[in-house]
């Protein structure tokens, strides 16, 4: 066996072409130097600079990246198109395919492609970051299928993640080229037709004349012609059918890669390179490489071999190569399960079961069916049915073949297998299933869509002929051990035995509970959960194939009508929507923009990749690029860190570290109790020379140096490219002293570590509240937190302006006055020397307001130090990492209620998980304080909060900023109160409502209230009597599936709570040309704010809103501005621009006075020639605003807003698994300025908290580490989670006349909403419990994931599964 050399020296074998040859947008590309070990991704954005392709995860887990891989098979003599993530994709592994990316179809300056137009005109684009990719994923689907059905529409988008839309519009836009949204052109409303959003005048035709339901107008979308679509390149084609692909061979400086064109060649070079990784779809290896840091010098990829790709039909079965992609897969049983005897396609059913919900469609189109067997994971879904149903498998070497069944010695240990080093996976046999076989296959993962399994199972059970004897039974488990395993002794148990009469007994389930077992820290946690689940699936089993021996006509008793729904397939049901709004009034001019669902204004140029985001600022020619270095240890002292290795590496420029700071270290966005860089006082000794002559550097502290959380910052390395970089980042070794952390609140409050000050509020008699309750009651929530998953990671480019100390700072940051001004802080100069600009954000919801300085501060740094341009965008898992989240909370209360139901006091504590800097967790505190009694006016109330020290990595602001968690507890405790009392939880909400004039805890009175009206629109608009009535019945009915329905007000405070920052500024120029550029202190995150500020010009100025464009956010137009934050900008930004643009008619009044009929542009040119001044800046400060904790005193708020939700679920009590059935909203939002926008906004919080309370979850190990850093282990909704009926209503006839032309904030106040369907879920939980005898209050913390419901649903079968006594393991998690 001959040595590779990577280097390129030689080989020894895999002499082919090293050129590979492929198109991008009907280019053609000749690559001499492709690196194995780069992803399609980067050479896209970085090497032809196209940036329309976003990088959301690296690890195909969001779709940003999508686009479209074109093939020409010879074999079948057809052209194939698929989605794929273009960041798992091998830039080597492109040879003879068409790429097409976003800015292959369309342009806005071109022509735009009905995929990018209607996204966008449908409103379906706000941060725009995932709109390339899911445009990209419905061009796919339209090249293959011009008329797909929604279900197609939905499958497409499985890969796809948004943060911002709440997925809704987008579905509604793309429906209009489905066969459902071409099919009527009427006027329906609730059937689930597009046009009940996308046709029709804008006024509906419902008597009440004041409502609108009309977002966009189809009609006017440019029609779709498949015909014209771009062509399959001609060369391209006569490359593809005149030659044999031929062997390639492609060398980088860690790897190469081979792709034989035979199996002979194939085999020759396994034996050869025993080592060598075969690589089909890179969707396990990629990841390795990317996360596991896995070197792998030699890659073999056998796409050009027949017999790996091929399909064999034999007498037992179907043969798939080992190279097939799931979707042929899928493609090819789908068929065979339409044309073969229903006894025979068993098996198959459960494999296509097992790919429904297997990744998204992006990563089915290029993973192998031999990479999911022989990635060898425990999770792996597609292994329990093989084993399950016997597969058999063909294993290759050079000098043979051998054929092995797939049982459980296949797996021999974690990821191992029984295939020898020379050998690989030729082909894997799917058995037909046989007469009286019956075989299920199941998946319960957090989230349906797109997630890897918690726990996954396939059965097969073969039944004598004619009875129901066992004759043969396989249970095969996966996520229960470290391989796939069967439940080997309670299937022999079974033999033999009447399936009828033994199954439903107690004895299989306490077999299957004795061998199912699993170690209390085992990794994944959920152990209890896990355990159930493997009896709940059985028993989902058992039930299936009774109900099939019965239609058999065998003599077994009869699935009980109230068990039949536990047995039933999960089938996703395409959702309906309907939006209500204020009509605009007759005869309201056409250039006046407000009130109208405007798109947004960037949204065409989202939708077509043109929208420019800080990553696609073009690169510098002599710029670089930083990866950080970030402490692994919750809480240590840093005994040394070594950087000689780092500094040897390719690439390597310098290392950063806290000496390079010139100015100061010290940093923080209120208190300044962080470090840039973590501080230390530096010796420089053991100099020496290392093997290459070159002079490395051992830093050695002479002081110990602290770290506080995981992922702080300790130094970056800054390097020619980011994988330089970030390479080298790894390499740089830090000795630590691990110091006692304190990781949870309940570890805090035992510790008492807390920051100070301690907050109360308190109003009332307390004790003289709690001797008039007829009853009290205590009790404790927590909240789980979440991370904001913006899809755009923190991104910073610093580039030094070589005088006077100047930067520009180009970030994605909410606030651009704090990046300049701890960027000043850190470089040692004045804040004039510093220029941040703020183009738009890829997303930010809070999480880009304070924390982005984290990155902008060291970026800065290092492009100081070096003089030259620096650049760093996260990773998605460094990000997670490092800047924090909402924060956790945990909530303790006491209430004091009467026989009514009617609270009378209240005392309730809060601690947050602050992390190990203040940030800006005070505020946050203090308004979950000031939203403790959410709507509801309880006479004697008490609330407290405690800020949490503890060693997590600082928590911040998240959209809602602490008010949903202080309103979580609130509706805790009144659901609490009714369930006690045995009343409906609407009857005790209603009753303890706010009415207005009432005042709040904290003294500020209740005006322009409507609550009230909200409550009642939302009551009648969800018919949400007859819903009880209709849920009562179902329950009734059904014994494990149970449905829920809560209904949930809302009462937000808007304003800043810090005074100060209740202030805006604009700047408005008019050029003489007539067109108005307007600038003003909010920053653009999706959100429509510079849409919105547009519109509002566009009426004071009386121009159309076309004439008026916003470039950017700087500090250098509009100086000391406020985050863009407390869902206030559009009230004081909005008010900015109407004082500068009123200042501005001011001073054209005189040449329009002179010339009434003349025009805007001849009115500005006579004031220019008269030397008037056509610059005017403006200015807003909201007044009377000024609480004092200490007196209980002054307003807090400038206003509230209001609204209110309700929500029908649907739970699996057997599996923890829910629907989200129906949701209803009205929402206040005083006279919208945007409706489509504002309505976005709804949907797109309400998604959020959705996330929040039932679906997105946070684990941390015991020591502090945050265990998922991605979307792989992280799961935020998806487009299967809206809820099948979805109404959004805003409030008619509310004007506010508190906020620009009477309109209201929207961003945060709907995203508490969510918690209807927590409640709702609560609501079926209590059912459930009802079935086992158990009633009254219970404790439920957030989110109410499967696991969480599973386990409240308290029945037989947890019984058998009992968690281990706390204390007595150590938890894979903790609860934070
Ligand atoms: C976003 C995402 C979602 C996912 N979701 C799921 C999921 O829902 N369920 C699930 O089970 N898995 C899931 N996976 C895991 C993964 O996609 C599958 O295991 C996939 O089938 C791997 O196929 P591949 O062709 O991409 O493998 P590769 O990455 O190309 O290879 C994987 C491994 O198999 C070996 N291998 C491949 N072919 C052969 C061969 N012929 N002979 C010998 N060895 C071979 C390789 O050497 C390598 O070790 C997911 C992965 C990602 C990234
Ligand atoms: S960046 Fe590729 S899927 Fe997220
Ligand atoms: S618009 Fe989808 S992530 Fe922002």
Not at 1033 to 1053: C, D, E, H, M, S
Request: glycine letters at 8%; one cysteine or more.
């Amino acid at each position: 066996m001959r040595e590779i050399n990577v280097t390129g020296a030689e080989t020894g074998s895999g002499s082919g072409s090293d050129e590979l040859v492929f198109f991008v947008n009907g280019k053609k590309i000749v690559e001499r130097n492709a690196d194995p070990e780069m992803t399609l991704l980067t050479y896209l954005r970085r090497k032809l600079g196209l940036t329309g392709t976003k990088l959301g995860c690296a690890e195909g887990g969001c779709g940003a990246c999508t686009v479209m891989v074109s093939r020409y098979q010879t074999h079948t003599q057809q052209l194939l198109h698929y989605a794929v993530n273009a960041c798992l994709a091998p830039l080597c592994s492109l040879h003879l395919v068409a790429v097409t990316t976003v800015e292959g179809i369309g342009s806005v300056a071109r022509k735009l492609h009905p995929v990018q137009e209607r996204i966008a005109r449908a409103h379906g684009s706000q941060c725009g970051f995932c709109t390339p990719g899911i445009v990209m994923s419905m061009y796919a689907l339209l090249r293959n299928n011009p008329t797909p059905k929604m279900a197609d529409v939905e499958e497409a988008f499985q890969g796809n993640l948004c943060r911002c839309t709440g997925y809704r519009p987008i579905l509604e836009g793309y429906k209009t080229f489905t066969v459902e949204g071409g099919c009527c052109g009427g006027r329906g409303r609730e059937n689930g037709c597009c046009m009940a959003n996308g046709n029709g005048a804008e006024k509906s035709s419902e008597e009440d004349t004041d409502e609108a339901t009309t977002l966009f107008t189809a009609t006017n979308f440019a029609p779709f012609d498949p015909t014209q679509e771009v062509i399959f390149p001609p060369e391209l084609m006569s490359l593809t059918k005149g030659q044999r692909s031929g062997s390639l061979c492609f060398r980088g400086n860690r790897a190469v890669w081979l792709q034989p064109d035979s199996l002979e060649e194939f085999l020759r070079l396994k034996w050869e390179h025993p080592d060598a990784r075969v690589v089909v779809g890179n969707t396990e290896v990629g990841i390795e490489v990317k996360f596991k840091n896995m070197v792998y010098p030699v890659i073999l990829a056998p796409a050009f071999i027949p017999e790996l790709n091929t399909v064999t039909y034999t007498e037992d079965g179907v043969v798939f190569g080992a190279g097939c992609t799931l979707s042929h897969m899928g493609a090819v049983l789908k068929e065979m399960v339409k044309t073969l005897p229903p006894h025979q396609t068993e098996v198959f059913l459960a494999v296509l079961e097992q790919l429904r919900w297997f990744a998204g469609l992006q990563i089915r189109n290029v993973a192998a069916v031999g990479g999911n067997i022989m990635t060898a994971s425990p999770i792996s879904d597609l292994n329990p049915v093989f084993m399950a149903a016997g597969c058999k498998l063909t294993l290759m070497d050079k000098d043979g073949s051998r054929v092995v069944q797939m049982d459980d010695s296949f797996f021999t240990g974690y990821r191992k297998t029984t295939l020898r080093p020379q050998e690989v996976l030729l082909s894997v046999e799917i058995p037909y299933s046989k007469k009286n076989q019956f075989v299920s296959a199941f998946k319960q993962s957090p989230r349906r869509e797109d997630d890897i399994s918690i726990v996954t199972a396939a059965m097969s059970v073969t039944i004598t002929p004619g009875t129901d004897v066992v004759e043969d039974l396989i249970l095969s488990y996966g996520g229960m051990a470290a391989t796939t395993v069967l439940a080997k002794k309670t299937a022999s148990r079974l033999l033999g035995r009447r399936w009828g009469e033994e199954l439903p007994g107690r004895r299989p389930c306490s077999s299957l509970a004795e061998e199912m077992t699993l170690d209390p820290s085992a990794p994944g946690g959920m152990v209890t959960y896990r355990q159930t689940l493997t009896l709940s699936l059985f028993y989902k089993f058992y039930l299936m194939v009774l109900q099939k021996l019965r239609a058999q006509g065998v003599n077994v008793a009869e699935v009980g009508a109230n068990c039949l729904s536990a047995a039933e397939i999960y089938h996703p049901e395409t959702p309906s929507s309907v939006q209500i709004y204020q009509a605009v009034p007759e005869g309201r001019s056409q250039d006046d923009a407000v009130g109208r669902p405007m798109m947004h204004l960037s949204a065409l140029k989202q939708a077509t990749g043109e929208a420019v985001y800080c990553d696609d600022v073009p690169l510098y020619e002599n710029e670089l690029y930083l990866a950080l270095v970030t402490s692994s240890k919750a809480h240590a002292n840093i005994l040394s860190i070594d950087s000689s290795a780092a500094e040897r590496m390719p690439g390597v420029v310098c290392c950063v570290f806290a000496d390079d700071i010139p100015g100061s270290n010290a940093t923080g966005p209120i208190v300044y109790d962080e470090t840039v860089i973590a501080r230390h006082q530096v010796r420089l000794s053991d100099q020496s020379a290392d093997s290459d002559g070159l002079m490395s550097r051992l830093v050695t502290f002479l002081f110990s140096v602290q770290v506080t959380c995981v992922g702080h910052i300790i130094g970056a390395v800054v390097a020619d490219t980011q994988l330089h970089a970030q390479r080298a980042a790894k390499a740089v070794r830090i000795q630590y002293e691990e110091l006692p952390a304190v990781v949870t609140i309940q570890e805090a409050i035992a510790a008492q570590s807390f920051y100070q000050p301690i907050r109360t509020i308190q109003k009332g008699d307390l004790e003289a509240g709690f001797k008039q309750a007829d009853h009290i009651l205590e009790g404790e929530m927590h909240i789980g937190g979440q991370e904001h998953f913006y899809l755009e990671t923190n991104v910073t480019l610093a580039v030094p302006r070589g005088e006077d100390g100047e930067m520009e700072v180009f970030a994605s940051t909410q606030s651009a006055s704090k990046t300049q001004s701890l960027v000043a802080k850190a470089l040692g100069v004045p804040a004039n020397r510093v220029v941040v600009r703020v183009k738009r954000m890829g997303g930010g919801f809070g999480g880009k307001e304070s924390r982005t300085t984290v990155l902008s501060t060291v970026v800065a740094v290092a492009a100081n130090k070096l003089k030259r341009p620096v650049r760093c965008m996260l990773d998605r898992d460094e990000d997670m990492l490092i800047t924090g989240g909402r924060h956790p909370f945990y909530g303790k209360y006491k209430v004091g209620y009467l026989n009514s139901g009617k609270v009378v006091a209240l005392d309730v504590s809060y601690y947050s998980n602050t992390g190990n800097s203040m940030d800006l967790s005070l505020s946050v505190l203090e308004r979950a304080l000031f939203h403790m009694e959410n709507s509801y006016s309880v006479a004697n109330v008490r609330g407290q909060g405690y800020l949490c020290r503890t060693n997590l990595p600082s928590n911040t602001a998240f959209r809602g900023f602490g008010g949903p968690q202080g309103m979580m507890v609130t509706e805790s405790w009144m659901n609490d109160v009714a369930q006690s009392l045995g009343k409906p939880s609407e009857e005790v909400r209603r009753l303890n409502l706010y009415v207005e004039g009432e005042l709040t805890p904290y003294n500020q009175i209740l005006d322009q209230f409507t609550l009230d009206r909200c409550w009642d629109e939302c009551l009648s608009r969800s018919v949400y009597q007859e819903r009880r009535a209709a849920v009562d019945l179902y329950n009734r009915q059904n014994r494990w599936t149970k449905r829920g329905l809560a209904i949930v007000p809302t009462k937000f405070g808007i304003s800043f709570t810090a005074v100060f920052l209740n202030q805006a500024g604009a700047l408005a120029h008019i050029y003489t040309d007539g067109s108005v550029l307007l600038t003003h202190g909010g920053t653009e995150m999706g959100q429509g704010l510079h849409t919105k500020m547009v519109q509002v010009a566009s009426r004071v100025l009386g121009i159309p809103c076309s004439k008026i464009h916003i470039s950017e956010t700087s500090t250098n137009t509009v100086p000391n501005t406020s985050p863009t934050a407390a869902s206030a900008s559009s009230d004081l930004n909005g008010a900015a621009v109407q004082n500068a643009c009123e200042t501005l008619m001011k001073r054209l009044e005189l040449y329009k006075t002179n010339n009434p009929k003349g025009t805007w542009e001849d009115w500005v040119k006579a004031a220019y020639f008269d030397r008037v001044n056509l610059s005017a800046n403006g200015f807003y400060k909201t007044p009377d605003l000024g609480y004092d904790f200490d007196s209980n005193s002054g307003r807090a708020f400038n206003y509230f807003s209001y609204g209110v939700a309700s929500s029908e679920v649907e739970i699996d009590c057997l599996t923890g698994a829910h629907k989200n059935l129906s949701t209803t909203i009205v929402m206040d939002v005083g006279h919208s300025l945007n409706p489509a926008i504002d309505i976005g906004q709804v949907e797109g919080a309400f998604m959020q908290g959705l996330g929040l309370f039932t679906l997105e979850e946070l684990h941390y190990s015991p020591q502090g580490v945050l265990l998922t850093r991605g979307p792989g282990s992280y799961k935020i909704p998806a487009f299967g989670d809206i809820p099948t009926q979805l109404t959004v209503s805003l409030l008619r006839d509310a004007p506010n006349d508190k906020a620009i032309f009477a309109s209201k904030a929207v961003g945060e106040p709907p995203l508490f909403l969510a918690a209807s369907v927590f409640y709702a879920i609560k609501d079926a939980i209590s059912a459930a419990r009802a079935e086992s005898g158990i009633s009254g209050p219970f404790r439920l913390d957030s989110p109410a994931s499967a696991e969480r419901i599973r386990n409240a649903c308290s029945d037989r079968f947890t019984k058998l599964c009992p968690p281990a006594e706390p204390g007595t393991f150590k938890p894979w998690s903790v609860q934070v």
